[in-house]
């Protein structure tokens, strides 16, 4: 049996990488998180801060034998200097404890994503490739690389660094998912009898863009974990096909039973600060699970993709030549994940 740790597993790459691992049946899991999972899952869960190297040296240095560590953990601050100290110390007491405390430790694969190249700061050369220059730092990703590159070095383990862009799954209290944006979106859009609009802006509704199905990248991590290939290596995981909301949303609408109508630029955190009461409405009259609208969706981070008026792209090139040959359509993605989001009952049935 392998063992292995999932850092932020209650993450939408979390989550899913959790389920997948039990799911292949030769995989011991435990998952770390500062809180515990509301859903029934076969894996051990540990609530840990792992900013405090006390508490991971006192609840993960007699764990065992850990073979190897999935690192989805994020600490998001204030701005991007507040972010680099604590999310390197994250990474780094997690691995210097199961470093020291297990002989079997083979492999951690990090979790990066398309802010490596700069596409949160502006438009950056596309498509992008893994061997692509650095911009001007900080960038917290640098610096967990460049650690795992010098912890490893003469060791019996090593890493890889996977880069996926738009995370779309199921998970509550994550802020990056675009799949519960748009469904909450369109959900309350079709309550107040409103027609189903893209609420950013006219330029970015024609740019080209990308996502990831959590699903593929949980393969995708255990791809790069078992493979020697893609030891000290990083590479691009995406869905492998790109698009543009201006083909995506006519279809949205559609799924979704709505009226389409053309884009009208919304403020999506100001607009949305007042719907709680609606939501917590939808959820008492169709029986929904009772999450709170902050723990449902983010639209701050809605907002932010929305309005995104340059193109995210990035080659998959290395990764399918190394062997990974995986692929997901985006459309279908959404869809199956809005019949799934219906399923649990997140979202009312159409």
Not at 63 to 78: D, K, R, S, V
Request: overall charge neutral; charged content about 20%; some cysteine.
């Amino acid at each position: 049996m392998k063992k292995a740790l999932v850092a932020g597993a209650l993450g939408v790459s979390g989550r899913s990488l959790v389920n997948h691992l039990v799911s292949l049946g030769d995989w011991e899991v435990i998952g770390l998180s500062r809180r515990s999972p509301e859903f029934q899952t076969s894996a051990e869960y540990i609530a840990v801060d792992l900013t405090d190297r006390s508490a991971v040296e006192s609840q993960l240095g007699a764990i065992g034998e850990i073979t190897h560590i999935f690192y989805a953990a994020l600490y998001w601050g204030t701005n991007v200097f507040d972010e680099v100290g604590p999310n390197v110390a994250m990474l780094r007491n997690l691995v210097e404890v199961v470093g020291r405390s297990s002989k079997q430790f083979r492999k951690v694969v990090l979790l990066e994503g398309a802010k490596w190249y700069g596409a949160h700061l502006g438009p950056y050369k596309t498509p992008a490739r893994e061997d692509d220059p650095r911009h001007m730092p900080p960038n917290f990703y640098y610096e967990q690389e460049d650690y795992l590159k010098a912890q490893s070095s003469g060791k019996s383990w090593s890493w890889s660094a996977l880069r996926p862009s738009s995370i779309c799954g199921f998970a509550v209290g994550n802020p990056m998912n675009m799949a519960t944006v748009l469904a909450i979106y369109a959900v309350l859009c079709k309550e107040l009898r409103l027609p189903l609009r893209f609420p950013g802006s006219g330029k970015a509704y024609n740019i080209v863009m990308e996502m990831t199905d959590a699903e593929l990248l949980a393969k995708a991590i255990v791809w790069a974990g078992e493979n020697d290939g893609c030891n000290g290596e990083a590479f691009n995981i995406t869905n492998g096909d790109f698009n543009r909301w201006s083909n995506l949303w006519p279809r949205l609408a559609n799924y979704f039973k709505m009226e389409y109508a053309p884009p009208q630029r919304l403020p999506l955190t100001q607009f949305m600060s007042d719907k709680a009461a609606i939501w917590q409405r939808l959820v008492k009259q169709h029986n929904l699970l009772d999450y709170s609208f902050e723990q449902a969706v983010s639209w701050p981070f809605g907002e932010a993709i929305f309005n995104i008026e340059y193109d995210i792209m990035s080659d998959t090139t290395k990764s399918r030549k190394s062997g990974f040959l995986e692929w997901v359509d985006t459309e279908e993605m959404l869809f199956r994940l809005f019949a799934q989001f219906q399923k649990i009952r997140f979202i009312p049935s159409l």
